[in-house]
Nanobody
Framework: AVQLVESGGGSVQAGGSLRLSCKASGFTGSTYCMGWFRQAPGKEREEVAAINSDRSFSIIASVKGRFTISLDNAKNTQFLQLNELKPEDTGTYYC?????????????WGQGTQVTVSS
């Protein structure tokens, strides 16, 4: 079965950094889309960034310049580097993937990793 395993969350003070990882296993094919979502307490889940297997990517304006999404195709792993963290970045971060192509119709999800930023 296709599986996504996340790691790298934690608690930091404002201005700190974290690096989230998401390793995929159990899929075949070389064309896919992976993304990161987050959900803050009491708020809806929002997409933070997405990256295709050709490394084209998108990222939301509120984290642009602070967060970086990247992909290691050989290791089937995507990363989200979180810098200059703010308290409003607090939430559960989820990895998602669409292994059927590059349309980012996410149908596979990780278990989530908690990011807590204190002021």
């Amino acid at each position: 079965a296709v599986q996504l395993v996340e790691s790298g969350g934690g608690s930091v003070q404002a201005g700190g950094s974290l690096r989230l990882s998401c390793k995929a296993s159990g899929f075949t094919g070389s064309t896919y889309c992976m993304g990161w979502f987050r959900q803050a307490p009491g708020k809806e889940r929002e997409e933070v960034a997405a990256i295709n297997s050709d490394r084209s990517f998108s990222i939301i304006a509120s984290v642009k310049g602070r967060f970086t999404i990247s992909l290691d195709n050989a290791k089937n792993t995507q990363f989200l580097q979180l810098n200059e963290l703010k308290p409003e970045d607090t939430g559960t971060y989820y990895c998602a993937a669409d292994f059927a192509g590059k349309l980012c119709n996410y149908n596979t999800w990780g278990q989530g990793t908690q990011v807590t930023v204190s002021s």
